[in-house]
């Protein structure tokens, strides 16, 4: 499994032949527009930092909503949540999407969530192989609160998103309020995992990807 990170929330998720691409943006966002033809297209909401399949190449399966599908050989389970902490009020909803990989990797993607989550929905989210987790806060949750949940999820890896770079438009906290709260970091390119035997023995490391 290969997983690329194109700025914001938006990644790419390789395996078994076919890619998995999330929340993709429009230019407006800052970052370019991945050049990719991929087979399946995820939306956590339908704001245009996460909904911009229109610009994307190709021919692809499109999910937005909750529930369950069986995609291309991806398991994907879509639980809705909030974009605030007011029940959507301010900015309305956000589907956490859980993927499980063709070659067996569980991945959770929290999409833009901004609000605590249930017991019950952290219970079926316990111990993922890699969480993306939005970490800029103003729109999600912040630097604390994203290092709260990830110790409650407790995943393998943790991958931080939606934070500012010097590409963004707009205005969110930097990475480092987040990454200074884990001992183990890691910096890479890209993410290529061959066997879940490699993240079996690893506990909330996490990997910051580069975009560029």
């Avoid at 909803?93 to 989550?117: A, C, M, Q």
Wanted: proline share 4%; aromatic share 10%; net charge negative.
């Amino acid at each position: 499994m290969l997983i690329r990170w194109h700025g914001h929330a938006c990644f790419t998720i390789e395996s078994a032949g076919k890619t998995l691409l999330t929340d993709p943006f429009d230019s407006s966002v800052g970052y370019a527009i991945p050049d990719i033809e991929p087979d399946i297209v995820t939306e956590s909401h339908q704001h245009f930092d996460h909904n911009a399949h229109h610009l994307l190449k190709g021919n692809f399966n499109l999910i937005k909503e909750t529930g369950h599908f069986f995609v291309e050989g991806y398991r994907i389970n879509g639980f809705l949540t909030y974009h605030d902490e007011f029940k959507g009020k301010k900015r309305g909803t956000n589907i956490i999407y859980e993927i499980i990989t063709p070659d067996g990797f569980r991945i959770v993607h929290l999409g833009d969530l901004g609000e605590s989550l249930s017991r019950e929905l952290e219970q079926k989210l316990m111990h993922p192989d890699i969480l993306m987790i939005p970490v800029g806060g103003i729109y999600t949750i912040g630097p604390k609160e994203a290092h709260n949940l990830a110790n409650e999820l407790k995943p393998s890896i943790v991958i931080p998103m939606h934070f500012k770079t010097k590409n963004l438009k707009f205005e969110l906290k930097e990475l480092e309020n987040f990454t200074s709260k884990f001992e183990n970091v890691e910096k890479m390119k890209e993410l290529n995992l061959n066997s879940r035997k490699e993240v079996e023995n690893l506990h909330l490391k996490v990997i910051v990807l580069d975009y560029e």
